[in-house]
């Protein structure tokens, strides 16, 4: 039996749980996910200035310095010369308050606490909004009184469609923490995220949450492996049979789906949502701008110069907002330059956690980002704020969980 006596954490540990977890809870509502940013951004240039000496010898500190100094020399050269200069720079420039997030957090004496009540409240708020939307699907209203974007569920996220991508990039933290609960209560919480993301109709999320899921089951699942892919498989059978017959959205994002494998180039772009314009405009942007693109985050600002006649989004809206493919993203506003640090960043990442991967205070967060980072995501831009504060805290989270190995 443990003897020990139960130390009440820090009030400042708690504050800090309280903060980071307030950044992901306060994504639905606009700008405010950035108020706790800033918060805990003023307390790490508080803990820099008092501090520095410590920090600068702490095993994190050098990799995570490199790291975004990298990301900020790869948004810093795109905006010399960019299309949208003071766009370009403010993004170069306000990326300083997630390094300093970054500091603060990993500084904290009681990390380990910081990390396992993240874990836990974190989870609780993606469950909440799992519900919350499937009210909404079935009264057409949810908690808050809010509609859904049309053809899509959107819960607590209104008339933007964020839902499904963030339940989806969000689902490996769920299941580390559901894992140590009842089966039946992982089956129901696991089935109730799979439901909302499937019905949020966003078809990237859909590719996000099942990588998610085989990596759960490579890694994770130790007995009877076989027999518990096959009973998820028999279930998706199921659901899918389910909603196909019940929900008119689902059957149309199917048939949309479909269409890709017409071989038809028009069926192709129906198919991808109109995509294919804004990924010729984004090519033919690193075409006239190798070296270092059109400027970090000024896609929307150039799309006009670069686009074909008749464009689709041109005629729609003006122009095209963002790359939609991380990787012509890249290319696009920050040239080779830009790609070939990005890559670099990638392989400091991968030698930094290849041996800690494992970890369950690793693995939900490293998950995250490969899933968000497929090649086969068609989602957010990697410098709008949403996205950016998403990746960000993931990657965060990552270097926090790396401390803790005792097992």
């Known amino acids: 039996m443990n003897n020990k006596p139960v130390v009440k954490p820090q009030a400042s540990s708690q504050i800090m749980v309280l903060l980071f977890v307030a950044i992901i809870a306060l994504l639905p509502f606009g700008r405010l996910a950035e108020l706790p940013v800033l918060v805990l951004s003023i307390w790490g240039v508080v803990q820099l200035f008092k501090q520095f000496d410590v920090i600068k010898l702490q095993p994190w500190f050098k990799p995570l310095s490199y790291f975004y100094l990298g990301f900020l020399a790869l948004t810093v050269i795109s905006s010399v010369d960019s299309f949208w200069p003071e766009k370009s720079w403010l993004v170069s420039?306000?990326?300083?308050?997630?390094?300093?997030?970054?500091v603060v957090v990993l500084n904290h004496v009681e990390n380990q606490y910081i990390l396992s009540q993240t874990i836990k409240w974190v989870s609780v708020v993606m469950i909440v909004w799992g519900c919350d939307a499937l009210v909404q699907a079935i009264l057409g209203v949810n908690l808050l009184g809010m509609t859904s974007y049309p053809g899509r569920l959107t819960g607590v996220f209104g008339q933007n469609v964020k839902l499904g991508p963030t339940l989806a990039l969000f689902l490996p933290v769920v299941l580390i923490f559901v894992s140590r609960f009842r089966p039946w209560l992982r089956w129901i919480a696991v089935a109730l995220m799979v439901l909302v993301i499937v019905l949020s109709g966003t078809r990237s999320a859909w590719i996000m949450s099942a990588f998610v899921l085989m990596m759960f089951w490579w890694h994770h699942v130790k007995g009877r492996r076989f027999l518990l892919l096959i009973k998820a498989i028999t279930l998706v059978g199921i659901g899918a049979t389910l909603l196909w017959f019940t929900s008119t959205d689902f059957q149309n994002r199917v048939d949309r789906s479909v269409q890709l494998f017409q071989g038809d180039m028009d069926a192709v772009?129906?198919?991808?949502?109109?995509?294919?314009?804004?990924?010729?405009?984004?090519?033919?942007?690193?075409?006239?701008?190798?070296v270092n693109g059109v400027g970090v985050h000024a896609f929307r600002k150039a799309y006009t110069a670069y686009a074909e006649a008749n464009d689709v989004w041109v005629n729609q809206q003006g122009s095209g907002l963002h790359a939609h493919h991380w990787m012509l993203e890249i290319l696009a506003e920050t040239g080779t330059i830009g790609a070939i640090i990005m890559l670099l960043l990638i392989v400091l990442l991968f030698k930094r956690f290849n041996q800690l991967f494992q970890l369950n205070t690793v693995w939900p967060f490293a998950v995250s980002l490969m899933a968000a980072l497929l090649p086969v995501i068609s989602l957010y831009s990697l410098f709008s704020s949403y996205w950016s504060i998403c990746l960000w805290w993931m990657l965060v989270a990552m270097f926090l969980g790396s401390k803790y190995d005792k097992s």
Do not use: C, G, Q, V
Not at 93 to 102: D, H, I, Q, T
């Open 93 to 102: 420039l306000s990326s300083l308050r997630f390094y300093l997030l970054a």
């Open 269 to 290: 772009d129906f198919a991808l949502a109109d995509r294919l314009p804004i990924w010729k405009t984004a090519l033919n942007m690193y075409m006239e701008h190798p």
